[in-house]
């Protein structure tokens, strides 16, 4: 099956300073990469997610960037604020399949 | 619009009991998705389905079961409960195959 691996597990940045998580994965055959953002005691929450027709998808502060060949997708946060600390997950899955592999997760804080 | 909703929130149960957890999909959503979480990881799929029909089942043993119901909800079963079982599950609804997953708040499970 499919195998996601995902780094860093914790990432501390001054608030204003961009933040990346990186992920890979192992089976070609998956298209469909979400993120997903989840704050202590609370659900995860989908932030963006992006298909394997398109390298790169942005929304605000937030993109995620898909190199098929090398299997890695990557989620960017510029110009972070308190609120963004959570831990975050990637994700990928096999479309038309709904079965969806996680990362391990990254715990990011933002220092004020 | 109400999200997902799980119940119930927490649950204490002893070995070798046995638990039933609930689910209530997104309105308009068909696909049911269980997750379980330990902590510190990222979600594990269990099982999905879709139209009332079993569509995926991860790498959990047959103690694990579920079903969904002609409304959509779903109940997952776990039998003989292990210490091992303790941890947060998750309940994800979607539209269909290929779409983004809408998490529930989970139930938290304790097995002593």
């Known amino acids: 099956g499919e195998n996601v691996e995902q780094h860093p597990s914790t990432l501390s940045v001054q608030e204003g300073d961009s933040a990346v998580i990186k992920c890979t994965y192992s089976?070609?055959?998956?298209?469909?990469f979400p993120w997903y953002k989840q704050e202590l005691g609370k659900r995860p929450q989908l932030i963006i997610d992006?298909?394997?027709?398109?390298g790169e998808k942005k929304d605000q502060r937030i993109a995620v960037t898909l190199n098929k060949t090398a299997k890695h997708f990557s989620l960017h946060i510029t110009e972070t604020q308190p609120e963004d600390s959570a831990v975050y997950f990637c994700?990928?899955?096999?479309?038309?399949?709904?079965?969806?592999?996680f990362g391990t997760g990254t715990s990011l804080t933002v220092i004020p | 619009d109400a999200g997902v909703t799980q119940s119930p929130t927490h649950l204490i149960k002893t070995r070798g009991q046995h638990v039933t957890l609930r689910c209530s999909p997104i309105?308009?959503?068909?696909?049911v998705s269980w997750y379980q979480q330990v902590l510190g990881q990222g979600p594990q799929f269990i099982f999905q389905?879709?139209?009332?029909?079993?569509?995926g089942r991860g790498n959990f043993p047959d103690r694990f079961s579920a079903r969904q119901f002609p409304n959509y909800s779903s109940e997952l079963n776990v039998n003989a409960l292990l210490l091992g079982d303790s941890a947060l599950y998750l309940c994800?609804?979607?539209?269909?195959?290929?779409?983004?997953?809408?998490f529930g708040n989970g139930t938290r499970l304790t097995v002593t």
């Open positions: 992006i298909r394997s027709n398109v």
């Open positions: 994800a609804s979607s539209s269909g195959p290929g779409s983004p997953l809408h």
């Open positions: 994700a990928a899955s096999i479309f038309p399949g709904n079965q969806f592999y």
């Open positions: 389905y879709y139209e009332k029909e079993e569509r």
């Open positions: 089976d070609s055959a998956s298209n469909y």
């Open positions: 309105s308009g959503h068909k696909s």
